[in-house]
């Protein structure tokens, strides 16, 4: 069976207060258990240090490559919608490990927003496809 693999670059622009409760909030997540220290370990180190600090709200940004993008993304989605606050946007250069084909797209969620987009000429559909994730539609609970 394949699987998809690559580097998913990770951006939240968030108050300090809401950024320090990341952690809770991803261990109460469902998908990407065998992930999380990993993930963890990478945000522990991005939040001492953020990009930029504007109007109150830090840019967190974390680079990683995962030899499993699946259950990453299935975290995140889930940290996204447990934390609307973060507003997410997740960049992603990923491969299928039969094609070894790799498509760069981003994908992200406004804090205001139920949806997930991709404000590329890709779209969430594909993102779907090529992740093998479900994103979350207006509606859903």
């Known amino acids: 069976m ?5 580097n998913l670059r990770i951006y939240t622009t968030a108050k300090p207060e809401e950024l320090e409760q990341v952690e809770a909030a991803l261990q109460s997540c469902d998908h990407g258990e065998d992930f999380k220290d990993w993930f963890l370990e990478d945000w522990k180190r991005a939040v001492k240090s953020p990009q930029k600090a504007t109007g109150g709200r830090q840019t967190v940004k ?3 490559f995962w ?11 889930e940290l996204g919608q447990k934390m609307p606050e973060l507003g997410l946007k997740i960049v992603c250069k990923v491969a299928n490990s039969v094609s070894d084909s790799y498509v760069r797209f ?3 969620k406004y804090p205001d927003e139920p949806d997930w987009w991709c404000p590329t000429w890709f779209d969430i559909g594909l ?3 090529v992740l093998r ?4 539609k207006k509606g859903d609970k």
């Open 2 to 6: 394949s699987y998809v693999y690559g």
């Open 62 to 64: 974390i680079d990683h």
């Open 67 to 77: 030899d499993e993008a699946t259950p990453v993304v299935e975290m995140l989605v």
């Open 106 to 108: 981003t994908v992200e």
């Open 127 to 129: 993102a779907e496809g």
């Open 133 to 136: 994730v479900d994103f979350p």
